[in-house]
């Protein structure tokens, strides 16, 4: 069965800290990727997402991410992060087979100001 | 805001009953997603219809069924209700069928608890 793997299920970190999230996935082949961010209070939206072309992709708010396909992994980073960072992120991977796209359990990010 | 509005926002109901979850997509979006989270089993996929028609499924019980109206809303329905079914439902739409490249925006949730 695939699977999505977030390890960290929270991280505390500093206003100014770097912040890096990671993302395993547990099946071969053509996979979409995406990371979505759903702030205190608020819907979950999309951060940014990976289809084909460079493996470093730039999202908003100062995101970006890097698929790594011989690692199975779709990492989440951002070079300082801020207080209203604060919120909880999931990756999702898409895979043709099955047609539905399969969100990780999620970690939760707490920025002290 | 998404432009995906979800009623109710709270639902309270007790094992065995029936609720149905009521979504409305954004204008102009034909795909409309349910997903179920709870802390045992994170976010998961039910079911997708795309103009009115399923497309498709994921880990949906058979107490479950949803179906999407000419108008493109749709609704979730929740049979024999069990302390198990407690939890978020989301709602999301996108504008064609593709799950693998459309974005979906998602609604505020409905917070189901069964007691």
């Known amino acids: 069965a695939q699977s999505v793997s977030q390890h960290n299920h929270h991280v505390i970190l500093s206003e100014a800290a770097s912040l890096e999230l990671g993302c395993n996935y547990s099946?071969?082949?053509?996979?979409?990727l995406f990371w979505y961010v759903q702030y205190p209070g608020q819907h979950l939206q999309l951060l940014l997402k990976?289809?084909?072309?460079?493996?470093l992709v730039k999202g908003i708010k100062g995101f970006e991410a890097e698929f790594i396909k011989s690692k199975f992994s779709f990492n989440l980073r951002k070079p300082s992060v801020q207080w209203s960072d604060t919120a909880e992120y999931f990756c999702?991977?898409?895979?043709?087979?099955?047609?539905?796209?399969?969100f990780g359990g999620g970690t939760r990010v707490l920025v002290k100001p | 805001d998404s432009g995906v509005t979800q009623t109710p926002k709270h639902l309270i109901t007790a094992t065995g009953q029936r609720v149905t979850l009521r979504c409305s997509p954004r204008?102009?979006?034909?795909?409309v997603y349910w997903y179920q989270q709870s802390l045992d089993q994170g976010l998961q996929f039910l079911i997708q219809?795309?103009?009115?028609?399923?497309?498709a499924k994921g880990n949906i019980l058979e107490r479950f069924s949803a179906q999407q109206f000419p108008d493109l809303h749709s609704e979730l329905n929740l049979s024999s209700l069990e302390l198990g079914d407690s939890a978020l439902y989301f709602c999301?739409?996108?504008?064609?069928?593709?799950?693998?490249?459309?974005?979906?925006?998602f609604g505020p949730g409905t917070r189901l608890t069964v007691l």
């Open positions: 204008s102009g979006d034909l795909s």
């Open positions: 990976y289809f084909s072309g460079d493996p």
């Open positions: 999301a739409s996108s504008p064609g069928t593709a799950p693998s490249t459309d974005t979906q925006y």
């Open positions: 999702a991977v898409f895979k043709a087979a099955g047609n539905k796209l399969t």
């Open positions: 219809y795309y103009n009115g028609e399923e497309r």
């Open positions: 099946y071969g082949g053509t996979v979409n």
